[in-house]
């Protein structure tokens, strides 16, 4: 999308840690998210974040929010085989009754052996 | 637990025909919303319902319509088809005022 913005490609090796990052441009949203889609397949929500939070984490996952600089990164620690998808960072609506979700461009990532 | 349904999974139409997309909500979601997603592009927003009226819209061509129903289901029709169209389209569902969207396995339209 062309308000969200993500590098396109990630290699890494199993079982180093993956940083993905977006930038983002509406500073009202309220919510940031981060989505898995593998090929063929659909869109699987990993977590989101809150735009007053810093950090989150959930297990593997850690989301790091910089609201000043608009910019939002994932890492995923322990990387695995099975984490290699698109990742797609996205944006909520943030005017009157709008919370459709604003997508980046989506993040390759390669999990090598 | 129950998720989104979408049907049909695969759909083949030729050029000016037209095509139904159904999107059946995780029960006791009430608000649906429809994406586009090119080959390799990101989705992108078509259109929303809540509790069956249009609060949103995006980017569909006024070619698209759709509708929600007293069910929640949704369904979104496309008439003249044209090659451009050709596209994996999902439907996501949720809870009015909800964090979360739920997206379905998607609906991969191929136009001829």
């Known amino acids: 999308g062309e308000d969200v913005e993500q590098s396109l490609f990630l290699s890494v090796r199993e079982g180093d840690s993956s940083v993905i990052n977006c930038t983002y441009t509406?500073?009202?949203?309220?919510?940031l998210y981060w989505y898995k889609q593998e090929p063929g397949a659909g869109l699987q929500l990993l977590t989101y974040?809150?735009?007053?939070?810093d950090m989150k984490q959930d297990q593997r996952l850690t989301v790091l929010l910089n609201k000043k600089d608009k910019h939002l990164s994932l890492r995923i620690a322990d990387t695995q085989t099975g984490d290699s998808a698109i990742y797609f960072c996205?944006?909520?609506?943030?005017?009157?009754?709008?919370?459709?979700?604003?997508f980046g461009s989506g993040t390759q990532l390669t999990v090598l052996p | 637990a129950a998720g989104v349904i979408q049907s049909p999974r695969h759909l083949i139409k030729e050029k000016r025909e037209t095509a139904t997309l159904k999107c059946y909500p995780i029960p006791r979601h009430d608000t649906v919303y429809w994406y586009q997603q090119g080959p390799g592009q990101d989705p992108q927003f078509l259109i929303s319902f809540y509790e069956k009226m249009q609060s949103d819209k995006g980017s569909i061509p006024d070619r698209f319509s759709a509708q929600q129903f007293s069910d929640y289901h949704s369904e979104l029709n496309m008439s003249s088809l044209e090659l451009g169209d050709s596209a994996l389209y999902f439907c996501a569902t949720g809870l009015a005022g909800g964090i979360e969207q739920f997206f379905g396995p998607g609906t991969r339209l191929t136009v001829l």
């Open positions: 509406d500073s009202s949203s309220t919510y």
């Open positions: 974040i809150f735009s007053n939070m």
């Open positions: 996205a944006e909520q609506g943030s005017s009157g009754s709008a919370r459709q979700l604003t």
